[in-house]
């Protein structure tokens, strides 16, 4: 049986990421508000009208309707082609990173995942039960997996030694990313007498720990530096208008995580170089 070609794979899963964009947006939309993911069907949130499987084609559907809707003519934001769009692109990478392995639709899981929690984190300003539970899941499926069957499945990277156990290997960044985080939060409420971490955030991290193993670290890292540099831009905005800033960190761990599972191992890698040089 001849293999599937390797730009035929990419671009399937990319088009699957877009279609599963439009669930996203559901999600999005739908489970802040303790509303079913299920029923009804998709509908205009305006006029309240079924949205015709025609008119809900990924992007091509909001161009051909140019942003509004078919019923009442009331505008459809932006965003709804942009997830689509980053949903597909997330797929892709995923795909590009791990290749036709278990990996990958594990990796689509927890990106597509981020993404929902990203936009949740940006309207609402928490992170959700029931989503970081759903990625806990994926991730100690795909771990238990790899225990029993020997398949680099998660962790998204090997260990070794102590660590050569994919169990092990989880339960070490479970332990990193929910100490690290806790006691982080812990000393800047002690220190500024107000809350710095979200308990939504710390539970994030632990269950990334699944994910990256001690690489959550890394994760946790990074998104503090893009936190820092792109929210204190946003707080010294919001505080020449007089409001109160409050800028949500899950978005920033997102971004990071992306970052952590493309170039992990390689960062890690040239920072010991540079390091034994120094």
Known sequence: ?????????????????????????????????GESIVSPGSHCPSCGREIRWFDNVPVLSWLVLRARCRDCGSRISVRYPVVEVISGLLWLLAALLWGMTFRTAFGIALFYLLLVLTYIDLDHLRLPNPIVATLAGVGLVGTVASQLTGRP????????????SPAAYAAVGVLIGLGVS??????????????????GDI???????????????????????????IGGVLMIGKKD??????????????????????????????????????
């Not at 939060?185 to 220190?191: D, F, H, K, N």
């Open 1 to 33: 049986m001849a293999l599937i070609p390797e730009w035929y794979f990419h671009l399937s899963v990319g088009l699957f990421g877009l279609l599963f964009g439009s669930l996203a947006n559901v999600i999005i939309w739908r489970v802040p508000r």
């Open 153 to 164: 499945i998660l962790p998204l990277f090997e260990g070794a030694g102590l660590l050569a």
């Open 182 to 199: 806790a006691l982080m939060a812990g000393s800047y409420a002690l220190i500024r007498k107000t809350a710095g971490l979200g308990m």
């Open 203 to 229: 539970k994030l991290l632990a269950v990334l720990g699944i994910f990256y193993g001690p690489y959550v670290l890394m994760v946790l890292l990074f998104g503090s530096i893009i936190g820092s540099v």
């Open 241 to 278: 208008s007089g409001e109160p800033a409050r800028v949500p960190f899950g978005p920033f761990l997102a971004i990071a995580s992306l970052v952590v599972a493309a170039w992990g191992p390689a960062i890690w890698a040239w920072y010991m170089g540079i390091a034994r040089l120094g």
